[in-house]
Each structure stands twice: as C-alpha cells, then as structure tokens.
C-alpha cells in the first residue's frame, strides 16, 4: 500500500490530489519560499527590536523611530512577505488558473526587500527622503507583484468563494503603500493639509482591515476546512461575510474622508460585527471536525481569533475615549492594541498556517514524485509539532506579559516579556525554516 499523506490520494500516474486544492496548477516553490522565510527572517528582527528598546515603545508612538522600525518590520516584512509568498502558491492553487507570476515576483522581491531596508534605515535615523524612496521601491514591488494575479482573481469573482475577498485585499495593499509614500513626502514638505490630519488613520485602515483582516478572514473559510478536517460555512453566507466586510469598510472610509464621523462609527460598527461574525463560524468550525486533535500550529491560528477581539475591543475604547486614561498612559495603551493586532492577531494566523503550509510546499516539491516509496515521508513527518508547541507557548506568554507591561508602564516587566517572545519567536521561525532542510 503507497504511503501517502491521509489527505491525499494517489493515482498510478503518481500524481497527488489535496481536497479542495489543484496542485497540478501550483508554481515552482523557489518564489514562495523565499518571501516566506525572508518574512521570518524580519520577524525574528522585530521581534529582537522589541528586545531592545522595551522602553522606547512606550514612548508616544507618533514619530517614534523604534516603534515605526518595529511596526514596518511586522506588518510589510513579516505580514507582507509571507502573505505574497503564501499567494504566490495559493492562488494559483485554489483557483485552478496556472498564473504566470515568477518573473514578476522575483522582481518585485527585488524592489520590495531593499525599499523595506532603506524605509527602516530612514525611520531609524528620521530621514523623510530615504523613507520616501524606500516607499516608493516598496509601492513599486507591490504593484508589480499583485499585477499577474489581478486577471486570474477577476474571472473568479463568482466561482470561487476566496477570490473576491483575495482581489479586494490586493488593492487595499496597493493602496495602503501608496498612501505610505505619500505620507513620508508630507514629513519634509506639507503639500496637502487634507492628509496630515487624514492619512495616518486611512492608513491604518487601509492596511489593517482592508488588507490584512479581509485576507485573512477569506483565507481562513477555505484552509480552517482543509487543515482541521471540517465542514466550512455556505457558499452563500462566507459572500455576504464578503459583501459586509467591504461595505462596512467603504463607508468608514468615505465618511472619514468626509469628516462624517457617524459614517465612519457606523462603517466601523459593520465590519466590527463582521469580524465577530467570522469569529462565530470559525467556532461552528472547530465544533464540527472530524478529527478530534488540533496541531499546535493550527491551535495559534485559532487563537488568533481571540486577539482579534482584544484588539478590536481595545481599539473601539480608545476611539470612544471610554477608558479613563489619558497622555502617556493613553499612548502605551494604542501601543497595546498595536501589539494585539499585529502579533496576536495577524501574526499569530500567519505563524499557525505556515505550519501547514511550510510543510505542504516542501512536500510538493521533494516527494510527490516519490509517493509510494518506503522512505517518503508525509506532510506531517516534516515539521517538529512539539516545537511548534513550544515555540507557540513562549510566543503567546511573552506577547500576553509584554502586553501587560506596556499597559501598565512597568519596563522591567516589559524587558523580560519582550526576552520570552524574543525566545518563542525564535524557536517558532526556527522550526519553520528548519523544514526546507528535509531531503
């Protein structure tokens, strides 16, 4: 009998099926893999920034090079990167459509990488020019990158149910980035008032909803199924998750521009609701598995869900201004929030599906032609769950603490902390890279 992964099934031809998945379509790794462990590499950057100037990040985070330093690092070298490096595989795969991308993406990594290391550089040292420049090398990489997979994504829109929340979250990226370059031009010459009092906000916006958020939560309906063996929500329900996700966020958008803030509350209120929608299904999902045991890696991905609710709990009170902070304490506290949404949230999915994904890449790549020989792993063998496991407990107690620390303006506390998620992140990246070392 073959030796095959149990979620997959093999033919005489030696070809290999994965449910839901056309891995016949997929392209060659070498692209994917380099996003991916180049987003862990600046992970494990950040994650030493926190380290090392605890007490910097709870300074005022408007203009704070340490904190933009770390907040650059996170969301566009971690999130970003691994976030292309996932679709470059993905989309190609879940669509069925073969994209021609590589020439594109390697491009793209190439304007992307040294445009992120100049921006930082710029930060770090508070120069607006090299932050423009860098800006725009980043603007530059992400257009080019999301530019093959806009036809393929558009012929989708209405049979495959991850492509329109895929399609709109590449233009929020686009614009997110391009409102970034813009912004750092204003540093240096103030060219139009409507976006010193506007931009940093949309920013934000544009980049944590209407990027990150809405990818995630699309993602999430088609893999969550896949890797926990499970029954996903209805066709029709995950495109009216879609629909009120982007509407809510439009009219939060174009009111904020407007200056209408009972607009932008509202707008706010339905992707809120949204979210906590998203939340509800994930839960019905993990309910209704086949398979009792849940990965450590896919137990991160499912937690996130919870830091999601912080976040936006967090978030919605100090727009409210409903806590009784404020000043210093109140700027620790955003910080706080910072922290939830980009590591718990954001970077707590991506670390928990790369624990699927990592090992699915490699597998495709070394021994799918080998599917039926004694030797040949599965998908499973590949990576080490218990450092997963342990590398998720350092991560999460180190982020939970330093948290905590940071709200309560302890820097002691904060060093410590910021030393445990330095270590989980470590271990984390780690085990995932050390999976392309299988032979």
């Not at 989309?91 to 190439?110: C, D």
């Not at 990158?145 to 049979?159: K, Q």
């Amino acid at each position: 009998m073959p030796h095959c992964h149990p979620q997959t099934s093999w033919r005489g031809d030696k070809t290999v099926n994965l449910p839901g998945l056309d891995v016949e379509s997929r392209p060659r790794p070498a692209v994917p893999s380099l996003y991916i462990q180049t987003g862990l590499l600046f992970l494990i950057g950040a994650a030493a920034v926190i380290a090392l100037h605890p007490g910097a990040l709870m300074a005022s985070p408007r203009h704070n090079p340490v904190t933009l330093v770390v907040t650059h690092m996170l969301v566009l070298g971690f999130g970003t990167l691994i976030t292309f490096g996932a679709l470059e595989q993905m989309v190609p795969v879940i669509t069925g459509r073969k994209v021609t991308s590589e020439r594109y993406s390697r491009t793209a990594y190439a304007l992307f990488v040294p445009g992120l290391l100049l921006q930082l550089a710029g930060f770090a040292a508070w120069q607006p020019y090299l932050i423009a420049a860098g800006g725009t090398l980043i603007t530059l990489g992400t257009a080019l990158f999301t530019l093959p997979y806009v036809p393929t994504l558009w012929e989708r829109l209405r049979s495959d149910l991850t492509a329109p929340f895929i399609f709109s979250s590449l233009i929020y990226v686009n614009l997110t980035v391009f409102l970034g370059v813009a912004s750092a031009v204003q540093l240096k010459t103030l060219w139009w008032p409507w976006l010193f009092w506007h931009g940093l906000p949309f920013h934000l916006i544009l980049g944590g909803l209407g990027w990150f958020t809405q990818i995630i939560i699309g993602v999430s309906y088609k893999l969550i199924p896949m890797f926990i063996t499970t029954t996903g929500a209805g066709d029709l329900h995950v495109r009216r998750v879609c629909a009120s996700f982007n509407i809510g966020l439009l009219l939060a958008l174009l009111s904020a521009a407007g200056s209408w803030t009972a607009g932008a509350a509202a707008g706010l209120t339905v992707v809120g609701v949204t979210c906590a929608v998203y939340a509800w299904d994930v839960r019905g999902m993990v309910k209704r598995r086949i398979r009792r045991r849940i990965g450590a890696g896919m137990k991160q991905s499912l937690v996130a869900v919870l830091y999601l609710i912080l976040a936006a709990a967090l978030s919605a009170l100090l727009l409210a201004r409903a806590l009784p902070i404020d000043g210093l304490s109140a700027d620790r506290w955003v910080v706080v929030a910072g922290l939830l949404f980009a590591c718990g949230w954001v970077g707590s999915v991506i670390l928990g599906m790369l624990s699927k994904i990592v090992p699915m890449l490699v597998w495709l790549d070394l021994f799918a032609g080998r599917v039926g020989e004694r030797d040949t792993p599965t998908i499973a063998q590949l990576i080490d769950e218990r450092a997963v496991g342990l590398g998720g407990i350092g991560y999460h107690a180190g982020l939970l603490t330093l948290a905590v620390a940071f709200a309560a303006g302890h820097p002691v506390a904060a060093t410590w902390a910021a030393a445990l998620f330095l270590l989980g992140v470590v271990v984390l990246a780690g085990t995932l890279i050390g999976v392309w070392s299988a032979r």
